[in-house]
């Protein structure tokens, strides 16, 4: 990786702050925000990046597990609390079937789908009054950064394709 030119100490010190500040608030603000959902049909805010997961085309338990940086046993158990409470279902015809996919049933997707609208809304209060040239410049840096780091592919050795954040 190449090293970047160097930035004035200060710039340094507000990232080294900031951001972590920024993506621990932004991930307890979530939480909090879809924890009543999450409670009401028992389960955790582990749950919800499977469940956001799937809705993102990641359908097998491999691609979970690395899409998401957990283990197999970890992965295993969330589905299998999923699957309990009727909310992921998958394609096979015998139950000892190694290969199979991964879908959310109808209530799956209408919890996703809630899910999805409780974060819109926290998107729209922390952009308000940023002009969205800005929010689309934030994003751009973001995306760069990521792709300087790579951090998701190489520390789960997982198979690019299977990567949610590209």
């Known amino acids: 990786m190449q090293k970047s ?3 004035d100490p200060a710039i340094k010190e507000m990232w080294k702050t900031l951001f972590p500040a920024l993506m621990r608030g932004i991930k307890k ?3 909090r925000r879809c924890k009543g959902e999450m409670d009401r ?3 955790s805010k582990l749950h919800l990046g499977y469940l956001m997961s799937l809705s993102c085309g990641l359908n097998t338990m491999r691609s979970l597990s ?3 940086c957990m283990d197999k046993a970890n992965t295993t158990r969330a589905i299998a609390d999923l699957r309990s409470k009727g909310l992921v279902v998958d394609d096979r015809e015998k139950e000892t079937s190694k290969k199979y996919t991964l879908s959310l049933t109808d209530e799956g997707l ?3 789908t809630q899910m999805k609208q409780i974060m819109d809304d926290a998107f729209d209060e922390y952009m ?3 002009p969205s040239e800005e929010v689309l410049a934030m ?3 973001l995306r760069k950064i ?3 780091l790579d951090v998701v592919t190489e520390s789960c050795n997982m198979d690019p394709k299977s990567n949610i954040f590209k």
């Open 41 to 43: 049909h028992g389960l």
């Open 146 to 148: 990521k792709g300087n």
């Open 139 to 141: 994003i751009a840096t």
């Open 110 to 112: 209408s919890l996703t």
């Open 66 to 68: 690395e899409g998401l």
């Open 5 to 7: 030119p160097q930035y």
């Open 128 to 130: 308000y009054g940023i």
């Open 29 to 31: 603000d979530v939480d």
